[in-house]
């Protein structure tokens, strides 16, 4: 057959259930299963083909199918309660932001992926999950927010495992015409382009947006006619390229995302940047203040006061430095356009790398965003501080805990994560707008009053859907490597609902340590296989493309699995996404983590699981450190540093192995009821995590942490033309030419010993320089361990300045001085980065 053309035939909906196509363009049906279910139960086959797509359902599914269901009174029945429920949802007026936050600054969120639902795989893992939830969260509290991305037409990669358990990638073009999206128009109707230039020309970039609940999200598109096939290879894949292509992606990223939100007239008055991917925002919006007339430092501080930046890993693979020639490609005419050289522009984000035994400077996205902001934030305690030491070297002099890099732990959105059946459970006993005050802890105290029995049953329940999904995937990953008949059978009975089943899945980083449940294998094996008190572990995740160790990682955890005594009792799924996350976190009975401590900055797939009552068993890392509360889950190993991996890696696993022996496999089994109860533990779970790790909490505090001082900062640094940040700017650059020549001396009159409240006297002598005296912030700083107190010392006649320091704590005390310069309006003490000691 000559085929000489293609034609789709749409189904035309019935008026009764007309409104599907229209929840099908907005994401809210993501984390609504009931509106899922109606087009599930329009052809179940279709919904589980095309990954849950609701558009695409609507394509395939036929007409006599759609004609069926508008005649069914009880599915007519179902779908006017979801309409009703969307339409509540989407009009509501009093939503938390109206009540709490009147007012508030429009925001806009720049992140290189999102992950809304598996149907739209732009997202690898974490940092996409996220994102993905922020946005949920932000349309739940109804904020003015508008998100900024790519839309990689071959996602991330589809991940599939070889019959020796090696990780294959394969790339699918995505078909945009049966995702929830729709091309950004102009006013005259017309597809709207933007222009950036990139290397040596101009690349053009389509905007999608996509609804997601009451918030929108702009996609930038590179794969248009107009461009040659190497510029719109540029949003083909997420981190699939090599460091050219990263380069040009986070050109494309900051530069275009700014132009996407001018052409579409969306406000913005604050800017957060989700990781150093979207730190060259800043070069586009100095390029705009610059070309209103203001010089390049004025428009630095302009665009800098109104900027949030979120950094989210201490490990060096997600702090991204380029050579100055691979930048000079890409963004080498910036200089020129923002009327000021390449040092200077280039100095802000330098970070010397030793690469190949020789240092050289560098161009690092995170030192780049940290210079361009005035808030910066970790992700959860531990990592903030993690952040503060690692960063410390750009305010030299200063103690890490005085670095200006704060906290935000991360969240996860309950209603993406929470089974359905768990929910409907919770309504029972919490009140009827449960939904809507997820961070409120009091309320969830009402988990008390749930049975164990109830508990028990919805977690049965669900852990047979798990293993009747494991078992699914696990045979049409046999059959596709053309494994034997028994083979094949033998998927049918992996896994046993009777057992305690333990869950692991994440990005297989190696500090994340996935096979550390291996190193004992004979005590694993005894572990696994007691007859009474059997354990079995359900294991996803992949590895970069490019990383090999991660790759053998996974491959080790397969070949563990073919091992007689593990077989059918350990298992590992391909192709892990956030469909595979949902049925593991819903239905395992332990969700267990042992990264590398302190290298996992948050981690929230553990949320997720306790979400749905299954307790956390991890290292003190992250997140979990400020979980953890003895009763709610368990803890592997210390709260300590260790210098040798190995020695680490030993203490963890013996930990791990101990904690499973003796406390938690004889809890789940051993019945009975109170404090030491298994339901005690699940009911514990849920109500500690559930509020302090909503997502709703999480953008809670950077709403009143961050949003709402960043914009009213940022109101007054811009007003009247930007003359405070011009201000700014002038002092900064007058302070930092005579700084070299500023000298500071002091003494003390200081005893050998003390007595507690006992005071000393500290003087320091001062050549200002000619800075203003005024201007210069002068301490005695009281090192007592790794605590810091600071005393400011009076400026008395001529250049001398003291002050009487009392010792208020008994203990031994370094004490120095120093100053630092300071004018009114600095977004914090040591924003100059300049602090000179005696």
């Known amino acids: 057959m000559n085929i000489i053309g293609k034609v789709t035939v749409l189904p035309q909906l019935p008026g009764k259930i007309a409104r599907l196509s229209e929840l099908a363009y907005n994401l809210y049906w993501s984390w609504t299963p009931h509106a899922q279910n109606l087009y599930a139960e329009l052809d179940a086959e279709i919904w589980e083909r095309f990954q849950h797509n609701p558009v695409r359902t609507l394509l395939e599914v036929s007409q006599e199918r759609l004609n069926a269901a508008a005649a069914d009174p009880a599915y007519l029945a179902r779908y006017q309660q979801v309409m009703a429920d969307f339409d509540a949802y989407m009009g509501k007026k009093d939503t938390w932001a109206s009540k709490n936050a009147p007012g508030m600054e429009p925001v806009a969120y720049f992140s290189m992926e999102y992950a809304f639902h598996e149907s739209l795989p732009i997202y690898s893992g974490g940092l996409g999950v996220l994102a993905g939830d922020h946005c949920k969260s932000a349309s739940d509290l109804g904020l003015p927010f508008t998100a900024v991305g790519m839309l990689f037409h071959q996602g991330y990669f589809r991940q599939l495992f070889d019959k020796d ?7 699918d073009e995505l078909d945009l015409t049966t995702l929830p999206i729709r091309v950004a128009l102009n006013d005259a109707g017309e597809e709207i382009r933007l222009k950036v230039w990139i290397g040596n020309h101009d690349v053009q970039v389509r905007v999608w947006k996509l609804q997601v609940g009451r918030i929108q999200v702009l996609l930038l598109d590179t794969n248009v006619p107009e461009n040659n096939e190497d510029d ?14 990263r ?7 900051g530069v275009a995302g700014i132009r996407a939100l001018r052409a579409l007239n969306i406000p913005a008055s604050v800017y957060h940047m989700n990781e150093g991917h979207a730190a060259l925002m800043s070069l586009e919006r100095m390029r705009e203040y610059v070309a209103q007339g203001l010089d390049f430092k004025t428009a630095l501080e302009t665009a800098a006061s109104s900027t949030l930046f979120t950094t989210h890993t201490p490990v060096a693979a997600g702090n991204d430095a380029f050579s100055y020639d691979l930048m000079d490609r890409y963004i080498g005419r910036w200089p020129g356009v923002l009327n000021t050289t390449r040092d200077e522009l280039y100095g802000l984000a330098r970070h010397d790398q ?3 035994g020789q240092v050289v400077p560098a161009f690092s996205m995170t030192v780049f965003a940290l210079h361009m902001s005035r808030a910066a934030n970790g992700v959860s ?23 200006h890099i704060g906290h935000v732990t991360n969240g996860a959105h309950n209603l993406t994560f929470t089974s359905q059946p768990m929910r409907d459970l919770l309504s029972t006993v919490l009140p009827q707008d449960w939904t809507e005050r997820l961070e409120d802890e009091q309320m969830w105290q009402a988990v008390e009053n749930l049975s164990d029995q109830q508990l028990s049953d919805v977690q049965r329940e669900m852990k047979r859907q798990m293993i009747t999904f494991v078992r699914g995937r696990m045979k049409e990953q046999m059959l596709r490597n053309g494994a034997s008949a028994a083979d094949v059978a033998h998927t049918d009975q992996l896994l046993d609902e009777n057992a305690l089943t333990i869950g692991f899945a994440r990005r297989f980083a190696t500090y994340k340590r996935a096979t550390l449940l291996f190193r004992d294998k ?15 572990f359900v294991f996803a995740g992949k590895a970069h493309p490019a990383d090999n160790p991660g790759k053998a990682f996974i491959q080790e955890i397969f070949r563990v699995s073919q091992e007689p005594e593990f077989r059918g009792k350990i298992v590992i799924l391909e192709n892990y996404d956030m469909n595979v996350a949902r049925h593991l976190v819903q239905g395992v009975d332990i969700w267990l983590n042992n990264p590398r401590r302190p290298l996992e900055a948050s981690g929230t797939s553990g949320m997720k699981a306790s979400f749905n009552g299954s307790p956390n068993f991890s290292v003190l890392d992250g997140w979990w450190r400020e979980g953890y509360d003895g009763d709610n889950g368990w803890s592997i190993g210390e709260e300590r540093e260790y210098a040798d991996l190995n020695v680490q890696d030993d203490a963890d696993a013996f930990s791990l192995y101990t904690t499973l022996e003796t406390q938690i496999v004889p809890r789940y089994y051993g019945g009975g009821t109170g404090p030491a109860s298994w339901a005690h533990t699940v009911r514990d779970s849920i109500e500690t995590v559930s509020p302090r790790f909503s997502m709703q909490r999480q953008v809670i505090d950077y709403v009143q942490q961050y949003y709402l001082p960043i914009a009213q900062r940022a109101a007054t640094v811009s007003k009247d033309r930007s003359a405070k940040a011009k201000q700014i700017a002038e002092w900064k650059t007058w302070v930092r030419q005579q700084w070299p020549y500023t000298q500071i001396t002091a003494q003390a009159n200081l005893p050998t010993t003390a007595r507690p409240g006992q005071t000393v006297t500290v003087t320091a002598n001062v050549n200002p320089a000619g800075i203003n005296p005024a201007e210069l912030n002068v301490e005695a700083v009281l090192m007592r361990g790794e605590h810091q107190t ?29 100053m630092v310069p300071h004018i009114e309006g600095l977004s914090n003490p040591l924003e100059t980065g300049l602090i000179k000691w005696a």
Do not use: C
């Open 165 to 171: 358990g090696w990780q294959n990638e394969a790339y």
């Open 790 to 818: 600071r005393v400011p010392l009076r400026h008395q006649q001529g250049n001398v300045y003291s002050a009487e320091v009392p010792l208020n704590d008994s203990g031994l005390y370094s004490v120095g001085v120093r």
């Open 381 to 403: 305690e531990l990592h903030g501080e993690v952040s503060r030491k690692m960063w410390n070297f750009l305010y030299e002099g200063a103690n890490p805990e005085e670095v």
């Open 247 to 253: 380069v040009q992606q986070y050109v494309l990223l």
């Open 354 to 356: 030793n690469w190949d």
């Open 522 to 536: 004979a005590r694993l094996s005894r572990i696994v296989n007691n007859p009474e008190r059997p354990v079995q």
């Open 232 to 245: 719109r290879k540029l949003t083909a894949r997420l981190y699939g390229g090599n460091q050219e292509l």
